[in-house]
């Protein structure tokens, strides 16, 4: 069952974070997309599908990270001002 795995395997290397790019926040490798964007897109009603076609460069499994690191963050797993 996924939700008892280790979830920073889910984002360990796709989830960033740098001072200059975004004011620091936890982005998607590679991009300039915010984990608190994708999370808001699901919480704004966006099906995963809907979000795939806004931004295309992204992948099902860059979702799935997003949505891990924020589960984390909330845990208090991830220290603030870092990504994995």
Known sequence: MICSMDLATLYRGRITQTPGVLAGKPV????RISVDLVVGCFA???SEADVLTDYPHLTRD???ACLAYAA?????QVPIGSAA
């Open 28 to 31: 998607v490798a590679g991009t």
């Open 72 to 76: 984390d963050a909330l845990r208090g």
């Open 62 to 64: 860059d979702l799935r």
């Open 44 to 46: 704004g009603g966006m």
